[in-house]
Each structure stands twice: as structure tokens, then as C-alpha cells.
């Protein structure tokens, strides 16, 4: 099990974080009507064999959605932010 | 090699089991062979075979970074059944199942297959709905299927639980009769033998590091075993496509996922099929050495680490129990995890791919097993002719841009959900 710490609540185990998928993916602007934008957003991960910076929500916590960097081998995490945060 | 048969065991009885040969050749890399293709997985090996037998093209090396069986092929909990519903899917599927029917004969292995049956449980009227739905489309397509109402699926199987406090009883089910298990390494040797005997070079302990390229064409490996030439190089590495496909500057569609199988201490002949409880993702049926293997969800975020997480073993278990309360009191003796390649409509990819000389076959989310004999068939087209199989058309690489997801799970692109 992971144990992620969020930044409001403290360190809490991975059964109260929900998946969010990979952060690094952006959404294209609504009025972009490029299709190759929109099937890069939606369907291309670099599915990275490493370091992944990904959303996790604290669904059973404060309920904001991080960003946390994780190391997809080991498993370790690197880092931990609110995702306004990082979006900002 | 010689094969094997009632007197080459009467022979080896007689003579103390000493003159048993090497399943398959130790090959030695050489510079350079026409198909050299990546991963010694079911997949991989079966794609050689066939490479050799239906088209003769023999000069062909599997090249495997561990040992032969020690993927997912040697991981999973070992189910094959052909009850898919959407068209492409039905037919692959159904191909293969022939293929299994005949496997353990045309590769002179006995590959355990067993032929149990399958039966997916279904825990409401609108689930009964979409089983004979799919009942329906299977027989319209030849392939076994029959729906049971809940008094069949009790004489069947009537440890379930069928009483007033089930958590969510059981209405009936959707039943194949010619789905069961196939002993898993018994397929990955066979297939090695089988190719070995026709003259591929399996290599193991062989693991390809990047690719060599003449222009825009590839054409060869970088090895930890050195530089390997190579007329058409296979891609077939399980949950590692994204990251041989990075080295080859392919984007794609594929997160890589962890599933789990887990499997209990030996018990009495109990369960005689293959179950799928309808209400919640997870089956089990019965090993021949008398544990219940389970089988339940991915672990949920993205993973290239082959072992477990208590979380998912806690909600396995749980489902378990809630399906057949009698096996609570059982240990549960090991759990175990494998690396997948999953694509945001779960199904797979053997595909022509953008890059000249690499080909791929991969995406295979958690049921490649069952698809192991078609999957090599079909490859072994492509690697052969260029042209795709008719029964691989929906599998192209480029269905995600142009729409034609073919989403058997109706998952949408959340591979983590699926
Ligand atoms: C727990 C679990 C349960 C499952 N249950 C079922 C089931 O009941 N029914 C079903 O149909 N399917 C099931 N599956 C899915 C099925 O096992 C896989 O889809 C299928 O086996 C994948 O194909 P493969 O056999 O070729 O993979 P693998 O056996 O994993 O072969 C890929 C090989 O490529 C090698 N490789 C990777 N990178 C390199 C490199 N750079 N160089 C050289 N070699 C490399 C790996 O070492 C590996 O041996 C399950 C999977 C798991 C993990
Ligand atoms: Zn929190």
C-alpha cells in the first residue's frame, strides 16, 4: 500500500486516495479544433517506466485533488502537491 | 529432439528417466535472422511457431530478457473462454478457442487444457438481459452459449451462496461449456519446443536495449547479448510495449498495470468450473493440485512492479467470501502480481505500425492468455505478408484517431478503471 501525504491532511493510507490518472496530459482549450490535440489528450500516455506525476483525489480527507510523483518501479513518492497548485 | 509418446515414456520408465532431452535448444545469437522477435512470452513463442509452420519462414530467434514463462504467461490465473459480444472480437476469440482445442496435438505437448466450463453469474434482471444479449450473439456466431436461470445455476454449483441474506443473489447466468484452463508454463514450453524443433533460435537471458535503424527502417536489435540484424523485428513484450515502443519513437495508446492472482492451500475436489461472480470483478476456479486460484481487479494506478498491495487482496477476498461464504475459514497461500499493457478500450493491438520493419503485437490488457494461439497465428500472418489478418482488422493501432474503438469492457479511456 502507498502511504501519500497530503499537504492539508498529513501522511494517510492509499485507501483513502481515489486515482485521478497521469497529470502531465493537458486539456486542449474548448475552442481548439485540432482532432490530433484532442487524441493526444484523451488516448497518448508516455506511460513512463519511473518517475509519474499523476492526480490522486483524497476522497475520504479533505477531498482535494493532488499531484503526486511517484516512482512507478519502486513505488516511491518524490513529491506531493495540491493540484491548483501545480495547474496554476 | 524426439518426440514425445506412450513408448518414449515406457521407454524413459524403463531406463530411469535418464534420457530425457532439453525441452529446446540452447541457441547462441547469430548476427542476423529474417523475423527476430522480441519477448519469449506465450505470445512471442507462438507467433515463431507459426512463422515457421504456416509459412515456412524458419530463420527466426525469440529473444527473452528473463526466461521463457517467467512473464505474464507464467502469471495468470489461467481462463479461456470465447463469450465475447462485439463483432471482431467473437471471431478472434472463437479462432483461438479451435486453436486451444487442437494445441496440446499439433504441438505434441500436453498442455493440461481442460475444458471445464465457465459460467459468469448474474445478480439482477437487466444483468440476465445483457447475458442473453451476448448468449445470443455468440450462437448466432457458432460459438457455445447458454443462458441458466437461477434453479440450473444452483444444481450446478449450489455451494454458492443462494441463501436469503446473500448480499446480492444470484438471478442465474451466462454458461460456455467448451471455456475452461489450460496449464499456463505447459503452453510457453510447447510453443518453445514446437519452434525450437522447427529450427528458431529461443534465446533467453537476452534482453533488447534499443533498436538498430538504416534510414527510417529498422533493422535490428541492440542487445544485452550484442547487436542482432534483422529483416522484420516483432514486438510482443507484454506490459513493456511503452517502453521498447519509446525507444522506437512510438506513441501510444498503452498504460502499463498490475494484476494480481492469489491462490489458496490445497483442498478436495470442490469447484468443477471456471466462476465469474457478476456482481463484482472477480473469478476462481480450482488447480489441479486442489488450491483455489482467485482472480480480481487491477491495482489501479500505473505499475511496472511485478508484486502485490494488501488492498486489492483484502476486496479479492471479500468477494470471495461473498460469493461462496463455505471457503472463509481457507489460507490463502501466495499472491503474486504480472505487468500489463492496458489500452482505453481494452482490447488489443496487432498492428502495422509507422515505423518501417517493426511490428507490433501488445495491449493485451488481462486476458491475453486465451489468446495466445490466435494472437501468434495472426501475427505470424503479419510478420509473413504485411497484410493484416481478416481477424485481427479491428486491432489496428490507429483505431484510436480514427473512432473505431472496439470497447468490449465499456470502460472508456480510463485504463485504471477498466
Ligand atoms: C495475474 C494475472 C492473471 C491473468 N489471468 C488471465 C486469464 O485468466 N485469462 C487470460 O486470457 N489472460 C489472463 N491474463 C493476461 C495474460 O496473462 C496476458 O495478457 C498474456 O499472457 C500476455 O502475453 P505474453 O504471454 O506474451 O506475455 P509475457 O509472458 O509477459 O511475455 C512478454 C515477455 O517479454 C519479455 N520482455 C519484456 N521486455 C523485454 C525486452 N526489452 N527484451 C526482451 N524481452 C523482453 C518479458 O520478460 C516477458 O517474458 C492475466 C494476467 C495476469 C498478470
Ligand atoms: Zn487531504
Known amino acids: 500500500m502507498l502511504r501519500i ?76 502537491e495540491f493540484a491548483r497548485k501545480q495547474r496554476a | 529432439m524426439g518426440r514425445y509418446s506412450v513408448f518414449s515414456l515406457l521407454r524413459q520408465a524403463a531406463t530411469g528417466n535418464t534420457g530425457w532431452q532439453r525441452a529446446w535448444r540452447a541457441a547462441v545469437p547469430k548476427p542476423s535472422y529474417d523475423v527476430v522477435i522480441v519477448g519469449g512470452g506465450g505470445h512471442g513463442l507462438a507467433t515463431a511457431f507459426y512463422l515457421a509452420e504456416n509459412h515456412g519462414i524458419r530463420n527466426v530467434a525469440v529473444l527473452e530478457k528473463g526466461y521463457i514463462g517467467g512473464g505474464n504467461v507464467g502469471r495468470n490465473t489461467t481462463v479461456i473462454r470465447s463469450n465475447y459480444l462485439l463483432d471482431g472480437n467473437t471471431q478472434f476469440y472463437e479462432f483461438s478457442m479451435k486453436l486451444w482445442e487442437g494445441m496440446s496435438s499439433a504441438l505434441n505437448f500436453n498442455v493440461m487444457f481442460s475444458q471445464r466450463g465457465q459460467l459468469v453469474t448474474a445478480h439482477s434482471a437487466d444483468q440476465m438481459d445483457t447475458f442473453s444479449h451476448r448468449a445470443n450473439i455468440m450462437r448466432s456466431n457458432g460459438i457455445d452459449a447458454d443462458i441458466l436461470d437461477r434453479e440450473e445455476v444452483r444444481k450446478l454449483v449450489p455451494y454458492l451462496d443462494f441463501s436469503e441474506t446473500a448480499r446480492f443473489p444470484i438471478h442465474g447466468a451466462i454458461f460456455q461449456g467448451r471455456a475452461g484452463t489450460a496449464r499456463h508454463d505447459a503452453v510457453a514450453w510447447g510453443y518453445a519446443r514446437a519452434a525450437s524443433g522447427h529450427g528458431v533460435d529461443i534465446i533467453e537471458g537476452c534482453e533488447v536495449t534499443d533498436f538498430i535503424r538504416h534510414g527510417d527502417r529498422i533493422v535490428g536489435v541492440e542487445t544485452t547479448r550484442g547487436r542482432i540484424g534483422a529483416g522484420k523485428v516483432g514486438l510482443a513484450v507484454a506490459g513493456h510495449t511503452s517502453v521498447l515502443g519509446q525507444k522506437a519513437g512510438l506513441e501510444l495508446p498503452i498504460e502499463s498495470h498490475l494484476l494480481q492472482a492469489f491462490v489458496t492451500e490445497p483442498v478436495k475436489p470442490l469447484v468443477d468450473h471456471v ?144
Open chain 1, 5 to 80: 501525504a497530503c499537504p492539508s491532511c498529513g501522511v494517510r493510507d492509499q485507501g483513502e486516495f481515489r486515482y485521478g490518472g497521469d497529470a502531465t496530459v493537458e486539456r486542449p482549450s474548448y475552442d481548439n479544433a485540432d482532432q490530433e490535440a484532442w487524441f493526444r489528450y484523451v488516448y497518448v500516455r508516455p506511460n513512463p517506466k519511473g518517475l509519474h506525476q499523476e492526480y490522486w483525489q483524497h476522497i475520504f480527507g479533505c477531498r482535494q485533488w493532488l499531484v503526486v510523483e511517484r516512482d512507478t518501479v519502486t513505488h516511491s513518492i518524490s513529491s506531493v
Open chain 2, 275 to 418: 466462476i465469474a461472480y457478476g456482481a463484482d470483478h472477480f473469478y476462481l476456479s480450482q488447480s489441479d493440485k486442489g488450491g483455489l486460484v482467485f482472480g480480481g481487479n487491477l491495482d489501479g494506478y500505473n505499475s511496472y512492479s511485478q508484486r502485490g498491495n494488501t488492498g486489492v487482496l483484502r476486496e479479492v477476498c471479500e468477494a470471495a467470501i461473498a460469493l461462496m461464504p463455505n471457503i472463509s475459514r481457507l489460507r490463502l497461500l501466495r499472491h503474486w502480481g504480472g505487468i500489463m499493457d492496458m489500452t482505453p478500450d481494452a482490447s488489443p493491438i496487432i498492428s502495422l505500425t509507422p515505423v518501417d520493419g517493426l511490428y507490433l503485437n501488445g495491449g493485451w490488457c488481462y486476458g491475453g492468455f486465451k489468446a495466445t494461439p490466435a494472437s501468434g497465428w495472426c501475427f505470424a500472418h503479419m510478420l509473413a505478408t504485411d497484410q493484416t489478418h481478416e481477424l485481427t482488422r479491428c486491432y489496428r493501432l490507429d483505431r484510436f484517431r480514427t473512432g473505431h474503438m472496439i470497447d468490449e469492457a465499456g470502460a472508456g479511456p480510463f485504463a485504471w478503471l477498466q
